[in-house]
């Protein structure tokens, strides 16, 4: 984002505005952080400001600051579409794509609100006035801190908002590990503490909630870990049936593939999950070094990411998904081994 763009949304935001943020479908830390901090920021200048999700997420993140007024689409769909039909400005955070907001794709084509998007994600389609892009930044609440700052408003990060952010950093880098967290990451952290996010708190707000049952669904998806040397690959499945078994929650599941990862000598993750409600088998990739499952995801599982981290999805059987998986495997030997 260029020094013209933010001179004009400066402008823009100069006088209250009617402001919708929006994050993807099954929003997630980095989601919910990014748009209640990008939200509290906003309230501070006094624009009527709303968060819509396109659905529900996980309790662990129902305790973030602004929470409370978030509205679901999926559950109050015609409240929020008339909000967007409303809108001066939609904020779009955490995804390059409207389809990545399910059913709120179509209100969200069709609204003649300026758009602004804010998004760490690979290939960005041009819907937005004013793009925010930049892959090799760790989370979009990284890049909401930037873009306050770029509009000279940092000394208005509060400890709401830098709880937020926090939130955001800490889920998306897997608590400060992953490849993308960068010495300007540690920098920002510091500063957020300094305004006030409590980094024990949040942690245990996010991390320590575990229900009996999620570990039990833990330890079904463990006893169901594959391994494939060759590949240097190991995966793991939930079926519909297991997951009801032990109690399935939204955000249960949040990590689980992340295990396979810890292998000695793994650098491919995989775990795949049943929903019958949607007619689909989800798909979490994860991997080390420089292998892309942004690619693979894109090429054969209908989704993408980052590099080291990938989502998809699959309308095959739980078993055809795994097997086909499993097919291409050969194809990238050379790349896994390589690592």
Known sequence: MNEHDIASIKQLLSTPKKIVIVPHKNPDGDAIGSTLGL??????????????????????????????????????????????????????LDFNALHRTGNMEPVLAKSTALKIMID????????AAYTFSDVSMSSTCEMVYHFISMLGDSSLIDANIATC?????????GSFRFPSTTSTTHKIIA???????????????????????????LGCAL????VIPESRTAYMTLSQDELQKFDYKKGDTE????????????????????????????????????????????L???????INAAGGRSELSLKDTVEKFISILPSYNKALNDE
């Open 255 to 298: 990590g689980f593939v992340n295990y396979g990862l810890s292998l000695n000598n793994i650098v491919l993750a995989a775990i795949f999950i049943e929903d019958k409600q949607e007619g689909i088998i989800k798909i979490s990739l994860r991997s080390k070094g420089n292998f892309s499952v942004n690619e693979m995801s894109r």
């Open 300 to 306: 054969h599982f209908d989704g993408g990411g980052h």
């Open 39 to 92: 939200y509290h920021y906003l309230l501070k200048y006094n624009h009527q400001t709303q968060v819509l999700v396109p659905n529900d997420y996980p309790t662990f993140l129902k305790w973030v600051p602004g929470n409370d007024t978030i509205l679901k689409h999926d559950s109050q769909t015609t409240e929020c579409d008339a909000l967007i039909n409303d809108a001066d400005i939609i904020f779009t």
């Open 223 to 226: 006893n169901n870990l594959n």
């Open 120 to 127: 760490h994600h690979q290939a960005p389609d041009d819907y």
């Open 191 to 217: 500063k957020l503490i300094e305004s006030g996010a409590n980094n024990a708190e949040i942690h245990n707000n996010v991390y320590d909630t575990n229900s009996y049952a999620r570990l039990q669904l």
């Open 165 to 173: 952010l926090y939130v955001g950093i800490m889920t998306d880098t």
